[in-house]
């Protein structure tokens, strides 16, 4: 410690642009490595604590604190392996939400082109068997509903709702986006799109801006992993962690 400037919390906390109290945090969680205290008790941070935070703060840009909280306990813990395994996990599951998106751009475009297809019976159809027919819970087509992107009509003197041909053809874009995980913002131009001038126009601007989304998160998170090999590359210079790699 003599050897190597002295850093205090409120240092580390300007550099991060966080309080002096997040700092102690950091540390009480184990996303910085134990610091030593002075004589008066005071936390003493070197620069290895500053590489860490600095090694965090860019973990978060790209895999958010689920992912970057447990990455640096790990590696704090001496479980390398365990936090590498974090890392992965959060790429193959960017992975799966470009085949998802993939996916999702061949059916939606086909259901855009399409025309509705014929219902099983006429008259249209009640939500128990629209559900039914989607794979879906009745649940949900109500929610969907509620937030405006499906709009039944109703049967005069019961009020029950009615699903025309159209109306199905809306609940399985619904569905499809939704498990491509668009928000009920990103679907409703989509639905606006089709119903008022049969495009897909907003339906390819719905995909084109998560293709966009996915491509920068995947920089960030490449970002993000690159500073935690500089950091543990630091760790093993200081001896403080071994990597298992001969």
């Keep these: ?104 751009s061949e059916a939606l475009e086909l259901l855009a082109v399409e025309p509705p297809a014929p219902l099983p019976r006429s008259g249209g159809l009640r939500i128990g068997e629209v559900a039914a027919l989607l794979g ?22 019961t009020g029950y709702r009615v699903y025309e041909p159209a109306d199905v053809r809306d609940a399985r874009l619904v569905r499809t986006l939704r498990r491509g995980h668009y928000l009920f913002d990103q679907i409703r131009p989509v639905l606006d799109g089709l119903r008022k001038e049969g495009s897909s126009d907003a339906l390819r601007a719905a995909i084109a801006a998560r293709g966009q989304a996915l491509t920068v998160r995947t920089r960030v998170m490449l970002e993000g992993a690159g500073a935690l090999h500089s950091y543990l590359d630091r760790l093993t210079e200081a001896g403080n962690v071994d990597i298992g790699v001969n």
């Design 136 to 157: 879906v819970r009745t649940s949900a087509l109500r929610v969907w509903e509620g937030a405006g992107l499906l709009t039944p009509r109703r049967e005069r003197g």
């Design 1 to 104: 410690m003599t050897a190597e400037r002295r850093l205090r919390p409120v240092d580390l906390a300007r550099l991060a642009g966080v309080s002096t109290q997040q700092i102690r945090n950091y540390e009480d969680a184990g996303v910085l490595p134990p610091a030593a205290r002075t004589a008066s008790g005071y936390r003493a941070f070197t620069d290895l604590h500053r590489r860490a935070l600095l090694a965090y703060r860019t973990l978060l840009k790209g895999y958010g604190p689920v992912t970057a909280t447990p990455v640096m306990q790990a590696v704090h813990a001496g479980d390398v392996p365990g936090a590498l395994a974090l890392v992965d996990a959060a790429h193959a599951a960017l992975h799966e939400e470009r085949v998802s998106l993939r996916a999702a």
